[in-house]
């Protein structure tokens, strides 16, 4: 977690030196084969990865998360049918909040479900589920990899929530409904996780004590971040095309 929040404040503690930042958050010896600031451009990066796996058969599965807006990019198509094609060991998990950066997904897209009613063009079964239930996410991850793992090939799903702020730390959402943003805080996962775990019979005091736990980690990796120095001048110039990519291109 500090790494994470290193990487974010620029710090030479970071993930990637301080030099990725929040759009190319990457550690391969963990097995996060990194975000990318052009959407989705990640998509083909895990149908490799999937497809390393198999050739390999080392029994590892590939989850690739992605917005709702990334279901209209070619690259999603492209991974998709691929994957399918070569009944890869990957999930891909489409979080569908509703809107693109600041454009309702419904306005711009033809079908309903962006993600699950286009599975069928790949042979794939529509997969559709409420991203805020933690426990429906559970079953239908734990399915979802357990049929990659046992090379049954692909799963899209298609998580349905909502972001409870703008896109952005610029961005106040005013072009959403107020009725619509108070229904969906309303249906905050958090919450109606602790109020199942309470009516299961679990004590207020134990999930309490799950909160302060949370807290004081993220605070402490937060505090260790931000004592962290920033990177080295020297490494400026490091991982980067010296060429301007003239002489492979030629």
Request: aromatic letters at 6%; proline letters at 5%; glycine letters at 10%.
């Amino acid at each position: 977690m500090a790494a994470l929040l290193a990487e974010l404040m620029g710090r030479a503690t970071g993930i990637c030196g301080g030099k990725g930042g929040s759009m190319h958050l990457t550690d391969v010896s963990r097995g996060a084969m990194g975000s990318y600031a052009i959407v989705g451009a990640h998509l083909p990066v895990a149908a490799g990865a999937a497809w390393a796996a198999q050739e390999r058969g080392t029994g590892q599965v590939v989850v690739c998360f992605f917005g709702d807006g990334t279901t209209n990019i070619g690259a999603f198509h492209e991974a998709l049918n691929l994957a399918a094609v070569w009944r890869l060991p990957v999930v891909f998990v489409c979080e569908n909040n509703l809107y693109l950066e600041y454009t309702p997904i419904a306005s711009v897209t033809a079908v309903e479900n962006p993600a699950a009613d286009r599975a069928a063009t790949y042979g794939l079964q529509a997969i559709l589920v409420d991203r805020n239930d933690a426990d429906e996410m559970s079953r239908v991850a734990t399915a979802a990899v357990s049929i990659a793992r046992e090379g049954g090939g692909p799963s899209l799903v298609e998580a349905r929530t909502y972001r409870q702020t703008g896109h952005s730390r610029a961005d106040p959402g005013k072009y959403r409904p107020q009725e619509e943003v108070e229904a969906w805080l309303g249906r905050d996962p958090i919450p109606i996780l602790r109020e199942r775990l309470r009516a299961a019979a679990v004590e207020a005091s134990v999930l309490d004590r799950i909160d302060r736990a949370a807290e004081e980690a993220v605070d402490r990796a937060t505090e260790e971040a931000k004592a962290a120095p920033p990177p080295d001048p020297a490494v400026l110039e490091t991982d980067l095309w010296a060429d301007g990519s003239s002489s492979w291109r030629n």
